[in-house]
């Protein structure tokens, strides 16, 4: 895990509160409250170089494709386990909530490196068939024999596995195609993930250098990826339709997004036996 949220006492968590984290300036660039004065003042870098309203936009419309995709996963493609790494805060329209209107026996686990975020879990979720873990998914096997994990979903059972808006902040040394890989291995045929990222491609030099300096003395830094890059995460997978797109393209359903040129999105369902 991250030096920056190590906690030798399991009771306590750690909330660093002199330095931002990017679940915390998440939550505020989609109007959240649980955030702190070291969050805001980041985002206000990213405002002060990108714009306060692409930055909001971006965040809007990749919230609004990992809800598209869930309800797609969920109701299209029967899908009644997922795995939510990177999940952030709890928010509006949560995965747990979206897959249980499909099913009210879905099974969904959080995962964050950010413990703040199963503090805050744990206050919102009424336990059942939904939890919350603190884990780092660059420790894959960190996540996967996690005893929640093993007691919550069934690997011989299709897993929708979701890295929504979670892979910009693995850098290239961490080997984010190992990361896909060692999950992608767990899951039965059948399964499905899902990936959304921050992209170089449409992006001037400027906004590229902005979005980075935004993260600047955060707890995790961050690294933007071509469209192509980002294509090489779904090895191992075919991609549904329409590929990998804009998030406000993929699968629309009429629905009212933001659309940036921030983002790549995509879903694929486990080629292979
Ligand atoms: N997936 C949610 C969404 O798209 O609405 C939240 C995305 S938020 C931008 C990224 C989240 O990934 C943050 O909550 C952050 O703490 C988490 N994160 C970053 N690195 C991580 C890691 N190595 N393991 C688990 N979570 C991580």
Same mark, same amino acid.
């Given at each position: 895990?991250?030096?920056?949220?190590?906690?030798?006492?399991?009771?306590?968590?750690?909330?660093?509160?002199?330095?931002?984290?990017?679940?915390?300036?998440?939550?505020?660039?989609?109007?959240?409250?649980?955030?702190?004065?070291?969050?805001?003042?980041?985002?206000?870098?990213?405002?002060?170089?990108?714009?306060?309203?692409?930055?909001?936009?971006?965040?809007?419309?990749?919230?609004?494709?990992?809800?598209?995709?869930?309800?797609?996963?969920?109701?299209?493609? *029967?899908? /009644?386990?997922?795995? &939510?790494?990177?999940?952030?805060?709890?928010?509006? $329209?949560?995965?747990? =909530? #979206?897959?249980?209107?499909?099913?009210?026996?879905?099974?969904?686990?959080?995962?964050?490196?950010?413990?703040?975020?199963?503090?805050?879990?744990?206050?919102?979720?009424?336990?059942?068939?939904?939890?919350?873990?603190?884990?780092?998914?660059?420790?894959?096997?960190?996540?996967?024999?996690?005893?929640?994990?093993?007691?919550?979903?069934?690997?011989?059972?299709?897993?929708?596995?979701?890295?929504?808006?979670?892979?910009?902040?693995?850098?290239?040394?961490?080997?984010?195609?190992?990361?896909?890989?060692?999950?992608?291995?767990?899951?039965?045929?059948?399964?499905?993930?899902?990936?959304?990222?921050?992209?170089?491609?449409?992006?001037?030099?400027?906004?590229?250098? *902005?979005? /980075?300096?935004?993260? &600047?003395?955060?707890?995790?830094?961050?690294?933007? $990826?071509?469209?192509? =890059? #980002?294509?090489?995460?779904?090895?191992?997978?075919?991609?549904?339709?329409?590929?990998?797109?804009?998030?406000?393209?993929?699968?629309?359903?009429?629905?009212?997004?933001?659309?940036?040129?921030?983002?790549?999105?995509?879903?694929?369902?486990?080629?292979?036996?």
């Amino acid at each position: 895990m991250s030096g920056k949220f190590e906690s030798t006492d399991p009771g306590e968590i750690q909330v660093p509160l002199g330095t931002a984290t990017a679940a915390r300036m998440y939550d505020e660039a989609l109007g959240g409250k649980d955030n702190y004065d070291v969050d805001r003042a980041a985002n206000a870098r990213l405002y002060a170089t990108i714009g306060e309203d692409r930055v909001r936009s971006t965040a809007m419309e990749n919230r609004r494709f990992l809800g598209r995709a869930v309800r797609f996963l969920s109701r299209e493609c *029967g899908v /009644r386990q997922f795995l &939510d790494v990177g999940s952030g805060l709890p928010t509006v $329209r949560n995965t747990h =909530e #979206i897959a249980m209107e499909a099913d009210p026996q879905a099974r969904v686990v959080y995962v964050d490196i950010d413990p703040i975020v199963a503090a805050h879990g744990a206050a919102l979720l009424s336990g059942g068939s939904t939890r919350v873990i603190t884990a780092d998914m660059r420790e894959p096997d960190s996540v996967l024999d996690h005893p929640v994990v093993g007691e919550m979903l069934d690997f011989d059972k299709p897993i929708a596995v979701l890295f929504v808006a979670v892979f910009h902040f693995v850098t290239p040394a961490e080997d984010p195609a190992r990361i896909v890989s060692a999950f992608r291995a767990r899951q039965a045929p059948g399964s499905y993930v899902a990936i959304s990222h921050l992209t170089t491609d449409g992006m001037s030099d400027d906004e590229q250098a *902005g979005w /980075r300096a935004g993260f &600047d003395g955060a707890t995790v830094p961050l690294v933007l $990826r071509s469209k192509a =890059e #980002i294509g090489d995460l779904f090895a191992g997978y075919e991609l549904v339709a329409p590929g990998l797109v804009r998030p406000w393209q993929w699968q629309p359903f009429g629905e009212d997004s933001p659309r940036t040129t921030s983002l790549y999105g995509g879903v694929g369902v486990r080629s292979g036996s």
